[in-house]
């Protein structure tokens, strides 16, 4: 069994913050880290994942005067994959208090 894991981008408009709402919005995108997104069970091809990918980008993605959340990268991995996130909190906690966010396909 595999699971498909999605990986985001997230990038914050800190021109907004001060914008009153009228006008053009200031732009001054920050990169702000990601999130990572998982479908457990997953049991298709790399063109299945390539669809499920794109079906769920709805689900995922984000874009307007204040955040833009893309997705920058997937992949097929086994059932008992770890992110780098999952794994560091193991390290520093000896448990996973936060998991990637499941969605079904």
């Not at 990601?34 to 457990?40: A, E």
């Not at 984000?62 to 008992?80: A, F, G, M, Q, T």
């Amino acid at each position: 069994m595999a699971k498909l894991l999605i990986s985001t981008q997230i990038h914050e408009n800190y021109g907004a913050h001060d914008w009153d709402g009228t006008g053009e919005c200031p732009q001054y995108w920050k990169a702000k880290g990601g999130s990572d997104y998982v479908v457990k069970k997953f049991k298709g091809s790399r063109s299945d994942a390539i669809l499920a990918v794109m079906g769920l980008s709805s689900q995922i993605e984000c874009n307007n005067e204040y955040l833009r959340e893309s997705i920058i990268d997937w992949k097929i991995v086994p059932d008992n994959y770890m992110t780098e996130f999952e794994k560091d909190q193991l390290d520093h906690m000896g448990k996973i208090q936060f998991s990637p966010k499941k969605l079904v396909w």
